[in-house]
């Protein structure tokens, strides 16, 4: 501490007045700084409810299912809940052209079909998006089996085409192979 002090002595009035106004300027910079990290204070990050964000669905079940209509489900049910809460599937329902499995999403209808109705429009020589087999499928034109798969595939992950617009969200099926199959086409 003796040194520092003859040092400082040592310096001209400018010097000393310099380093006293350097000092000043650290510490209320210093003091500054303490004074932002108490006041600090971590943000909570708010729930779902706190936002106001929807925890419900609704979802339209449709065809051969023993009560039909609107059914309110929890947010991230799947479309098993929606079959159980209309009552289940009736005898001659299609069960495999509903993907069980899928998280439903609100306002969408699920449309379970049935056998009846499958063989009574069977006569119409229109190909069904939502039963045929991906090798039917290849029947339309345009439609090889890459393109097929990719039809059977999205129907599985997503459930039933609700409309044969649908197809369109088919990766590789834009308007212009639309236009060439959409009379070739059923649900």
Do not use: C
């Not at 609704?58 to 098993?80: F, K, Q, T």
């Not at 329902?93 to 509903?98: H, S």
């Not at 034109?141 to 039809?151: H, V, Y």
């Amino acid at each position: 501490m003796h040194h520092l002090r003859h040092w400082f002595q040592t310096r001209t009035t400018q010097q000393r007045r310099q380093l006293l106004a350097a000092a000043a300027v650290v510490a209320a910079l210093f003091g500054l700084w303490l004074s932002n990290q108490s006041a600090t204070v971590p943000q909570k990050t708010p729930t779902a409810a706190e936002v106001n964000l929807p925890s419900k669905v609704r979802v339209h079940v449709v065809g051969a299912v023993a009560i039909p209509g609107l059914y309110e489900l929890e947010l991230g049910s799947i479309a098993n809940d929606a079959i159980s809460a209309a009552g289940g599937f009736t005898a001659d329902a299609l069960q495999q052209t509903v993907n069980l499995a899928r998280i439903v999403s609100d306002g969408e209808q699920i449309l379970v079909r049935s056998l009846t109705e499958v063989v009574a429009g069977s006569g119409d020589g229109l190909i069904s998006l939502n039963l045929a087999t991906p090798s039917e499928l290849e029947g339309l034109p345009g439609i090889g089996p890459s393109l097929a798969k990719r039809i059977a595939e999205y129907r599985s992950q997503r459930g039933s085409f609700s409309s044969i617009e649908e197809v369109t969200s088919v990766s590789g099926i834009g308007t212009k192979l639309f236009d060439q199959i959409k009379d070739l086409i059923t649900l």
